[in-house]
């Protein structure tokens, strides 16, 4: 009987233990599986299955395994561990949601042998932490932020693709970033690494925008499509080529001291800028030959002599050609602007200018360059323009007044000579006149006095009292007066 109870007691035991082993790995109870030390890493040892993100206390310090646990379907979380110094999960396979070791001063290593699926990895703030033992490799990851570290090398990532993005900067110690087997991501970035830092993506085909940025090596050999902008920019790259990429975003290439040369033949089109500045070491820039199509603006200044897109058909934006040097290709775009290819704001410099005095050669023909030497400005073409229109109206309305004054001179003078004819004039002593005799007046009258001011001369009679015959030269038809000496 004492045997059966304890038989009974012991089955009642076993029974009891899996719900509360089931309780801790199920989010039913909690979301949050909570780890303060290794004994309690230990008590989920036997979920094999976490239902819940698991999260590390803060205060957790030395060393921790998490032992048991191949799958999480939420996240497994170190934020602010200041004194964790290393993490191990060497059965742990899949990580549906995020990893996440943040501002975790004191990590030196980090060993997740068998991992190889995660959504998102944040690796941010390890001082410390050198290498990644990811053995079997990691192979399928949503996004990966890599963020001032102590990483020399990226050993394990063998991922094909990362839908969420990659960026990786900061790490001073890092001189090498390859990723044989990825094809594309969304977002790309690099910047701030190791001065020596080369990057090696020999399948990386599309990608929605790529930032590579203090580099000394740079292979992209197999892009095909950027979507948003490709930046290149602060590096020590000589050279840079994309192989058969054929539409852009964005191109820019900036402050690359060394760059000499430019390859990407088979772009056709850039839906944004295209911008290179600031790469003195570049004097030809003609590796774009089959750009036909820039949605946005085309800014290219610099140290170059020659400048050329043979193809080039449309520019929706502004152009802005500039450089230090000589170089002869403003009149070709000068024919570009005026066949209204270039429909934006346009400046090309022409040969012997200063980027930092572009002439606008919007209509060549009409624009003219001082002789070298020469400090004075020429005239502009408006100044011209209203130097050439307002000496003609001046010269006109000159002209005018000259006429109207002369007519008005004129008419005066006609003016006096009718009144002139109009009235007598004295007959000078000696001057010889027709003579007849005047008839007796039948009576007195007064003289009538004729004066400047008359205009109708009436007779006059002469008084009875004399009977002498009186030579008197009637009011005919004026006479020009002679003079007798």
């Known amino acids: 009987m004492a045997i059966q109870r304890y038989l009974l007691t012991i089955l009642a035991s076993l029974v009891l233990v899996p719900p509360v082993i089931g309780a801790i790995c199920d989010s039913t109870i909690s979301d949050v599986i909570g780890i303060a030390s290794q004994a309690d890493a230990d008590d989920i040892a036997g979920c094999g299955s976490a239902n819940a993100d698991i999260e590390i206390s803060e205060d957790y310090t030395g060393a921790l395994i998490l032992n048991g646990i191949t799958k999480t379907t939420r996240s497994l979380i170190f ?16 990580i549906d949601g995020n990893l996440t070791l943040a501002s975790c001063i004191l990590l030196t290593d980090l060993t997740l042998g068998e991992l190889n699926f995660v959504g998102d990895m944040k690796l941010e703030d390890l001082p410390n932490l050198q290498s990644l033992n ?4 990691m192979r399928t990851v949503s996004g990966i932020s890599i963020v001032n570290t102590g990483l020399t090398t990226l050993d394990g990532l063998e991922i094909s693709s990362a839908s969420d993005g990659i960026n990786i900067s900061a790490n001073t110690a890092l001189t090498d970033i390859t990723f044989p087997s990825l094809t594309n991501t ?12 080369k990057v090696n993506l020999p399948s990386l085909a599309a990608v929605q925008d790529l930032t590579i940025e203090n580099v000394t090596s740079l292979s992209i050999s197999g892009l095909y499509q950027v979507t948003g902008q490709l930046l290149i920019a602060g590096s020590s790259i000589d050279s840079f080529s994309t192989g058969p990429l054929k539409n852009g975003g964005g191109i820019l290439f900036i402050d690359n001291p060394f760059l000499n040369n430019i390859s990407m033949p088979d772009l056709t089109s850039i839906s944004g800028d295209l911008v290179i500045t600031g790469n003195q070491a570049l004097q030809q820039i003609t590796g774009f030959t089959g750009l036909a199509d820039v949605q946005g603006n085309i800014d290219v200044t610099g140290n170059y002599t020659g400048f050329a897109l043979p193809w080039l058909m449309a520019v929706n934006g502004s152009f802005d050609a500039t450089s230090q040097s000589d170089f002869g290709g403003c009149a070709t775009f000068d024919e570009l602007k005026q066949d209204n290819v270039i429909q934006g704001a346009y400046t090309c410099s022409p040969p012997g200018a200063s980027s930092s005095s572009p002439t606008s050669s919007i209509f060549p023909e009409t624009t003219s360059t ?13 100044a011209k323009v209203a130097i050439g229109v307002c000496v003609p109206v001046a010269i006109t309305a000159l002209s005018a007044l000259l006429f109207f004054w002369w007519r008005r001179r004129r008419s005066n003078a006609n003016g006096r000579n009718v009144h002139d004819e109009l009235t007598p004039r004295p007959e000078l002593a000696g001057s010889p006149v027709a003579t007849r005799l005047s008839p007796r007046s ?20 002469l008084p009875n009292d004399s009977e002498s015959n009186v030579y008197h030269e009637m009011p005919d038809a004026p006479r020009d007066t002679e003079t007798h000496s």
Not at 370 to 382: A, C, F, I, M, V
């Open 79 to 94: 934020q602010g561990v200041t004194n964790l110094t290393s993490f191990a999960a060497p059965d742990l396979l899949v």
């Open 134 to 137: 990811f053995t079997s490799g």
């Open 186 to 197: 969304s977002i790309f970035s690099i910047h701030a690494n190791n001065p020596k830092m």
């Open 370 to 382: 001082p002789p070298s030497g020469d400090s004075s400005s020429p005239l502009s073409t408006g």
């Open 442 to 461: 039948e009576l007195d009258a007064r003289h009538t006095k004729i004066t400047r001011d008359s205009t109708i001369l009436e007779p006059v009679e």
